[in-house]
């Protein structure tokens, strides 16, 4: 990547961190507003019912409709969580010009030093959403992280951005167990690669493996360990090595209807995040373990749960499983009710995932 480039990105990163303070601000200066007017203070939230969620088919993902909720200090019933998300506003903006770091976590009980309370962390979480939907802005936006618990390996030449470290450069290639992905990451410069693909593998273990193999060697990938259903970080960064690195990205997941929505996540979001737009990659691609592969493959498979066959009906009625491979699979899914995972592939060889069936599959996905 140019000097030029480099710079250019870094006063994107800067123009979009005071865009976030300028919409706290301004969201402050209505509160300040009201109350020289005589008048309670509020906040317009976007409804995030579900019929108020919609799939936009040019969007390629899920997103809100027009309807809105107005959340009111004049309304008792409400004042509670009103002035929970004055706090959480404040508590955003502040970490954000100090460009620090909160998880979830940190949230809910550095709230007790301001005596805002949450009965627990999922109230703690939902008032964060809600600002999320205020801001139209992910929460790692203003700097609020979930747990790290997925992690990246590969040729990616970064730089850190975060205070204390700016400038340190870094190849995520230099450490055999892979990298975080964390806010650090998450934020660094994107600087070069020799890779020409990524590799979105749901498991720890098979990251592991293909590590040991060295796909990152013989198929010029970087692999990305999503640990189960990906964190936003890690979508984040998906679609960052997509977009700024140009990079397609493939996803391998167990051969089951959880696997199979862990990829259209990636891909085209979640119904649950329809107030954000920035974390779908959707021209990534599944590739495996499809139902069809369990039958091909000769797989050891694991008779399907009723939870697992009610999810599969579930998914029919959601409009991305209504046509293509992924119809086609959940189709074959209910058909079998069998299911397996990844590490099915061992019974023919601890290398035979990465000896024959990826190179299988990544020739594939070149026409999907």
């Known amino acids: 990547m140019t000097t030029n480039k480099i710079k250019d990105r870094k006063q994107k990163a800067k123009v979009k961190q005071q865009n976030i303070i300028d919409a706290l601000k301004d969201h402050g200066a209505k509160v300040y507003g009201d109350l020289d007017n005589g008048q309670f203070p509020k906040f317009s939230i976007p409804s995030r019912s579900v019929?108020?969620?919609?799939?936009?088919?040019?969007?390629?993902?899920?997103?809100?409709?027009?309807?809105?909720?107005?959340?009111?200090?004049?309304?008792?019933?409400q004042l509670r969580s009103f002035t929970q998300l004055m706090w959480l506003a404040f508590f955003a903006n502040r970490l954000t010009q100090e460009k620090k770091s909160s998880t979830l976590?940190?949230?809910?009980?550095?709230?007790?030093?301001?005596?805002?309370?949450?009965?627990?962390?999922?109230?703690?979480?939902?008032?964060?959403?809600?600002?999320?939907?205020?801001?139209?802005?992910?929460?790692?936006?203003?700097h609020i992280f979930p747990e790290e618990r997925s992690?990246?390996?590969?040729?990616?030449?970064?730089?850190?951005?975060?205070?204390g470290y700016e400038g340190k450069k870094m190849n995520l290639s230099n450490h055999p167990d892979g990298y975080a992905i964390g806010p650090s990451l998450t934020t660094a410069e994107l600087l070069d690669t020799s890779a020409e693909i990524v590799i979105a593998i749901e498991k720890g273990g098979l990251f592991t493996r293909f590590v040991e193999e060295q796909v990152d060697k013989k198929f010029k990938s970087i692999i990305i360990n999503t640990g189960g259903q990906a964190p936003r970080s890690t979508r984040t960064l998906l679609k960052r090595l997509h977009d700024e690195l140009g990079l397609p990205v493939i996803i391998l997941t167990d051969g089951d209807v959880y696997g199979e929505h862990i990829a259209m996540v990636i891909k085209s979001g979640s119904a649950n995040a329809a107030h954000l737009r920035e974390l779908t990659v959707p021209d990534a691609k599944w590739v495996g373990v499809w139902a069809t592969d369990i039958e091909k493959f000769k797989l050891p498979t694991i008779p399907m749960t009723e939870s697992d066959i009610k999810r599969c009906y579930d998914l029919q009625t959601d409009p991305r499983y209504q046509e293509g491979i992924w119809k086609k699979e959940l189709d074959v899914f209910l058909k079998i009710k069998r299911k397996a995972e990844l590490e099915a592939f061992?019974?023919?060889?601890?290398?035979?995932?990465?000896?024959?069936?990826?190179?299988?599959?990544?020739?594939?996905?070149?026409?999907?």
């Open 51 to 77: 019929s108020n969620i919609v799939y936009d088919k040019k969007l390629r993902q899920y997103i809100l409709g027009n309807s809105a909720a107005v959340r009111s200090s004049r309304n008792s019933s």
């Open 105 to 142: 976590r940190d949230v809910y009980y550095s709230s007790q030093a301001f005596a805002i309370e949450f009965e627990d962390q999922s109230e703690s979480d939902n008032i964060i959403v809600d600002l999320e939907a205020v801001l139209s802005k992910p929460r790692e936006d203003f």
């Open 151 to 163: 992690s990246i390996f590969g040729d990616l030449n970064i730089e850190y951005t975060i205070p």
């Open 346 to 368: 061992s019974k023919y060889g601890l290398t035979n995932i990465t000896d024959k069936y990826l190179p299988q599959k990544l020739e594939l996905a070149k026409s999907l």
